[in-house]
């Protein structure tokens, strides 16, 4: 169970990524979802991780969260 947690928290962290900046105080995380689309994100996540399931879990996971 700890390699699928890891796995899917992975995918989350890369997702994110593309979602939320950092500032210069370090303190506030802002949404940027104006550069990205889900779409564009979740064809990221296949190329990197090289997995369907990977893909299909990014899509669910931003639709969930975005929408």
């Known amino acids: 169970m700890g390699k699928v947690k890891n796995w899917a ?10 979602f939320y900046d950092n500032h210069s ?8 979802d104006e550069d990205f689309t889900i779409e564009e994100v979740v064809e990221d996540v ?4 090289k997995s ?3 893909a ?3 899509k669910e996971y931003l639709e ?4």
């Open 25 to 32: 105080d370090g303190n506030s995380i802002v949404m940027e």
């Open 9 to 18: 928290m992975d995918i989350e962290d890369f997702c994110n990524g593309y």
């Open 56 to 58: 299909k879990y990014a």
């Open 46 to 49: 296949q190329m990197y991780f």
């Open 52 to 54: 369907n399931a990977a």
């Open 64 to 67: 969930k969260t975005f929408n």
